[in-house]
């Protein structure tokens, strides 16, 4: 099990990446290079990268990766950040790199899903990744780790002050948002390209702007290509429960249009 | 029925307005001049604005309309747009206004939900409305009309490419958040101040960026503080159902702290 679910989640490099997280450069992503932990975030060294290569849509793609730390994070992110990186030491944890970048899949990758390749270039070439088209500190700002032994994805998670509701909380749009990521992710690793079927959210309390939370999603069953999984979110000392989630996720048959 | 729904609305408008939706100045709504209905943006005349009531968190505020029509529209969300206040003439429908602005209410209503205002005016001093906080064109973009008699709000919703999710897509989070957006102004006009209690969302199709489509919701039962509520998204020639989605609001008690 876990061999397989490595080998899925070096696939999703080489691929693109999931629905809700920006296509990973085509090399190992746990390498010290596109993972190093560190305080600060680095571009990927260009030879790993796709913008060079002359089937990608973009020549202006830039690796970076922004689930590592920046200024913007508060002491509680950093520290959950540091304790999942430790935790990611043996191997039973993963970190889960993430890009804001324009469209970077391969044409001949695209097609299977977009026959018409020339316009989805079109309407791509200002496109990006929802959770990631913030500026740094002012939006979702989040790191995710995936566990192949449990099936399981956590997300460490500090919502910032462009994604208010009602005042000084956080709105249930980008609430229901990291719970749409973070549970595509668990799903994309456990059975490839997904999409979210449905997804049903229980709000338990509302969440401050600027706090730290942590999602908790994992799969709970699969049934051909349907993924049943759950989530919930607590607080940094798992004492407030805000919210709770089901969901169920469709793996993608490349035989079939999306539109 | 329709004249207490147009009190709440106006009454909406004096306290600020509801969640997800940013406070309106303490003035008549749908007078012309905060709702021309022309194809520009406008800035309410200052007399009217909370800018310059020394009892507000802010003195930069600006009371700008971002739900009328700028150069990002597409056709379809002009003719629609042109189609509802058409419809609005007669007064069964109302558009209703909404803003990016920083937090204006004043300290005395907030005080209600906050007690330590003090805190809240520090966490909300670079606070943006989730939905209006992307440059025009490349987020939300959205206009809202409500029906008194029918007890139904409908969004019109262009996705820009900064909502991506499955590339060339809406992410499932876009979606969530312009559902919550439209049942939370339904339900407030319905009942006041309320909060998201639960959201469950049936994703039948996935949303092509860029394109319009046109949010129905709807209150289906209303229950002591509880609001049921129910909605679709459907394109603009209704031929295609891309989501549907129920929820339960809750009105909010002024004596209940939210933290």
Redesign the interface.
């Known amino acids: 099990m876990l061999r397989s679910c490595v080998s899925r989640l070096r696939m999703l490099a080489v691929l693109?990446g999931p629905?809700?997280v920006a296509p990973l450069p085509a090399k190992d992503p746990w390498s010290p290079r596109v993972n190093p932990g560190a305080g600060r975030r680095e571009r990927a060294a260009k030879p790993g990268c796709v913008s060079g290569d002359p089937r990608s849509f973009s020549s202006e793609v830039i690796h970076m990766d922004l689930s590592l730390p920046n200024p913007s994070w508060s002491e509680d992110m950093r520290l959950l950040f540091d304790q999942f990186m430790k935790k990611s030491e043996d191997g039973s944890w993963k970190h889960l790199p993430s890009y804001k970048s324009k469209?970077t899949?391969r044409t001949e990758d695209?097609k299977i899903?977009?026959p018409d390749a020339k316009l989805?270039k079109e309407?791509?070439?200002?496109?990006?990744?929802?959770?990631r088209?913030?500026e740094e500190g002012?939006?979702f700002e989040y790191a995710m780790f995936h566990n192949c032994v449990e099936d399981r994805t956590v997300c460490i998670f500090q919502g910032g002050?462009?994604?208010?509701?009602?005042?000084?909380?956080?709105?249930?749009?980008?609430i229901?948002?990291?719970?749409?990521?973070t549970l595509?992710m668990c799903a994309i690793v456990a059975i490839g390209f997904a999409?979210?079927?449905?997804?049903?959210?229980?709000?338990k309390r509302?969440i401050?702007?600027?706090s730290v939370v942590v999602i908790n999603s994992q799969v709970d069953k699969v049934e051909g290509r349907k993924l049943f999984l759950s989530c919930n979110i607590r607080s940094v000392d798992e004492k407030t429960v805000y919210s709770e989630a089901t969901s169920l996720f469709v793996k993608l048959d490349p035989k079939t249009r999306?539109?």
Chains 1, 2 share one sequence.
Not at 123 to 131: H, M
Not at 161 to 174: M, N, S, W
Not at 176 to 181: G, H
Not at 195 to 203: D, G, K, Y
Request: no cysteine.
């Open positions: 693109g629905p809700g469209f899949q695209i899903y977009f989805m309407k791509l070439s200002q496109a990006q990744l929802f959770p088209s913030f002012l939006g002050p462009y994604l208010q509701g009602v005042p000084g909380f956080l709105h249930g749009g980008a229901a948002t990291m719970i749409d990521a595509g999409m979210t079927a449905s997804l049903n959210i229980s709000f509302p401050p702007l600027g999306l539109t």
